[in-house]
């Protein structure tokens, strides 16, 4: 199962109403396979009585949001996903300029990119382009990851101050799990300081043993929220190969974000 679909299966199940977590738990599932999907395959797949799952999507192609195919039996959904919330910003989440990097990284890496931003006290991976062949199978789309102990998260805190990065840190060693020891405010800022300085984070075996990531921030001016940009791959990928993913992501920002509305990106605007 995806990891954005198990955090709602996660969450505080008596505030979520039923049956419109099963409507985005269903949408986030075809945004995962990409391919017309049958009843059985989505009851089987997220645990819903078949009858049940076959009354929800036959409610969502009425709504228009899902097309039907008899012949094969299969859902799939319709342009009026995708363009529920084209309007909130065409770079992101149309052909625009961000995702003309994030694919254009891609390619150039032969590796997974992912765009994340801070969801209250955790990084959410918002754009996922993974190559044809990737081995990297565990990042997706909805991913949630810690702020203070993952990359992207490290690299979205670097645009804190260290006074807000103390309250953080503060408030995730009082709530903390018992057991999980506290985070090492004194190490972590001065962790923050060395990614301020190189303009990037790598991490390595952190969450999946055998892969890391390399992560990057986008320049300040682009929007009021913030934004990572990452590179993933197996680890011995990461290491040999750190100087050429950072090299990439620094071209193809500068390329792909140059001429901004509010003034030319250099490297110095990240890094």
Wanted: charged share 25%.
């Amino acid at each position: 199962m995806g990891e954005l679909r198990q955090s709602m299966r996660c969450a505080d199940d008596d505030k979520i109403v039923k049956s419109v977590a099963r409507t985005c738990e269903t949408l986030v599932f075809f945004d995962e396979m990409r391919r017309p999907l049958t009843v059985v395959e989505i009851s089987k797949q997220l645990g819903y009585p078949q009858s049940s799952t076959s009354a929800l999507l036959k409610s969502l192609v009425k709504l228009g949001f899902l097309a039907h195919d008899a012949k094969r039996k299969s859902y799939f959904p319709t342009e009026q996903v995708p363009l529920l919330g084209s309007w909130m910003n065409p770079d992101l989440f149309g052909e625009g300029s961000i995702q003309k990097l994030l694919k254009a990284i891609s390619v150039r890496t032969k590796n997974v990119v992912v765009l994340a931003t801070k969801n209250g006290d955790e990084a959410q991976y918002i754009q996922v382009i993974r190559p044809k062949r990737s081995p990297i199978q565990h990042i997706s789309l909805g991913t949630r990851r810690p702020l203070f102990n993952s990359g992207v998260g490290r690299v979205l805190m670097s645009r804190f101050s260290d006074d807000e990065i103390c309250r953080l840190l503060h408030k995730i060693n009082a709530y903390r799990e018992p057991g999980t020891p506290a985070a090492d405010i004194k190490a972590f800022l001065a962790s923050m300081a060395e990614t301020r300085a190189k303009g990037y984070y790598r991490s390595t075996d952190q969450f999946v043993k055998g892969t890391g990531l390399i992560s990057m921030p986008f320049p300040n001016h682009l929007d009021s929220r913030l934004f990572a940009v990452g590179v993933g791959a197996p680890s011995d990928v990461i290491l040999r190969c750190e100087a050429e993913i950072v090299k990439i992501m620094r071209e193809e920002i500068v390329a792909q974000l140059g001429k901004s509305r509010t003034g030319p990106v250099s490297v110095a605007s990240f890094g």
